[in-house]
């Protein structure tokens, strides 16, 4: 009894919160996030740019960095889980979603003008947050890791590229590094996108997609197959101060920068920086948004970067069901505890 105990306890994380109680106690995770204080600065081409400061006068910095359509208020759940790493927490929203100001007339289109925008963006949050040269005792000396899905996670790997920034370790989740476009190669989709934008069609959503059609059924999601974190997602989209967080499809011009952040990753020039940092890298064997070819690839090429390959998760492994998250936690807390 004792020792079956005993391999409960490793399996669960400390303070992981049971699908079978999240919605009950959903209240108290979303008031960890909501307690936080929210910054507005001025990003690439005098956008705003918001993210999310939850102080808990720790001894390191959690940094986390959600995918495209995500509000960083979904991550409340993943912050409350890790709350005992004892750090301080920034969750930072790309801009044209979440909190952050949105880059077209029509607020639920996924639009960027230029990938590095993102990095830029990032790099001004990492110099007035992180470096924070109004108070520099406030987070001298603390050590900095960063928690990435997706777009996220290409967008912390782009910037850590472009600016070799001093991070002690990065966990990404489902990084997109090639986007799944349909039955169609990238290639192929590339140069569509291209010929789209030629004929002055940028802004328009990408063939196949378009406005936020409302909320969708568990059935009916690719992201997750916990019912729970389904329903605790679309619980974090109704936010309490009345913005609309909802996005709907990517436009022409977001899919053609996606796709060259993506590949720009895998470059040497890219490679000789990256491989500098400890990475800790899950991939999703039902993933319907990201490729894992190129994600293998990237990993097995760096000496300090781990792959985790998950066969039964869907995309979105930080909000999978409990026999997939825990163990995701459990190697969070292993990779990033020794390096704080």
């Given at each position: 009894m004792k020792l079956l105990l005993s391999l409960f306890l490793l399996c669960s994380p400390l303070f992981a919160v049971p699908e079978n109680?999240?919605?009950e106690k959903l209240p108290e995770v979303l008031s960890f996030y909501d307690q936080g204080t929210s910054h507005f600065y001025e990003g690439v081409a005098q956008k705003k740019v918001h993210y999310k400061e939850i102080t808990q006068e720790g001894n390191c910095t959690l940094i986390m960095m959600p995918g495209r359509t995500e509000p960083t208020r979904k991550y409340a759940e993943l912050a409350y889980d890790l709350k005992d790493l004892g750090c301080d927490y920034y969750l930072w929203d790309p801009r044209g979603q979440g909190f952050s100001e949105r880059l077209s007339n029509k607020t639920d289109k996924g639009y960027v003008e230029n990938y590095d925008d993102y990095l830029v963006d990032f790099k001004t949050f990492w110099d007035l947050a992180i470096a924070d040269n109004k108070d520099k005792d406030k987070n001298e000396g603390k050590k900095v890791a960063i928690i990435g899905h997706s777009m996220g996670a290409a967008i912390a790997l782009g910037a850590l590229a472009k600016y070799n920034l001093p991070v002690?370790?990065?966990t990404l989740s489902s990084p997109m590094m090639e986007i799944k476009t349909q039955s169609l190669p990238e290639s192929v989709t590339f140069f569509a996108m291209k010929a789209l934008k030629l004929a002055g069609k940028k802004h328009d959503y990408v063939p196949g997609f378009g406005p936020y059609k409302g909320e969708q059924s568990f059935e009916e999601n690719r992201v997750t197959s916990s019912?729970?974190?389904h329903q605790m997602a679309l619980t974090t989209f109704r936010n309490p101060g009345g913005e609309d967080?909802?996005?709907?499809g990517a436009t022409v011009n977001w899919l053609i920068e996606g796709i060259r952040l993506g590949r720009s990753l895998n470059k040497k020039k890219s490679k000789r920086v990256l491989a500098n940092y400890?990475?800790?890298l899950f991939q999703a064997g039902l993933d319907t948004f990201s490729r894992d070819k190129r994600q293998k690839k990237f990993c097995t090429t760096l000496a300090k970067c781990q792959l985790v390959r998950f066969e039964k998760s869907k995309h979105e492994m930080f909000q999978e069901r409990d026999g997939i998250r825990d163990i995701?936690?459990?190697k969070v807390r292993e990779f990033?505890?020794?390096k704080l």
């Open positions: 109680q999240l919605l002690v370790g990065l019912e729970a974190r967080l909802n996005m709907g400890p990475i800790l995701v936690l459990n990033l505890k020794p």
